[in-house]
């Protein structure tokens, strides 16, 4: 499979890994926040009741979870792909 050919190939399971990765993110998320805060969910960034400092740690906690996350996903799925074909997407 040539490079264009294999990226081509590889965009709609990109997209699916995407969407996946996005849905367990949040999952991983909202388990973490629980158990470190004690609340069912996350502060909103215009929640008045809430301090700058919790607003912002939730935001950077969300994106290393979410950035982590994506990573594995993607990683797996392009590992899974050279399994199959042989040749590495991207």
Known sequence: ?????GKVAYKPV??????AAGALS????????????GEDDAPSATDEERGWAEILAAAA???????????AVDRAGASGVRR????WPG
């Not at 499979?1 to 050919?5: A, E, P």
């Not at 199959?84 to 040749?87: C, D, I, M, Q, S």
Request: hydrophobic share 55%.
């Open 26 to 37: 949040g999952l991983v998320f909202r388990q973490i926040w629980k158990r470190a805060s």
């Open 1 to 5: 499979m040539s490079g264009v050919l």
């Open 14 to 19: 990109g997209l699916a890994l995407g969407v």
């Open 84 to 87: 199959l074909t042989g040749y």
């Open 61 to 71: 906690l969300q994106g290393l979870v979410f950035s982590v996350v994506r990573a």
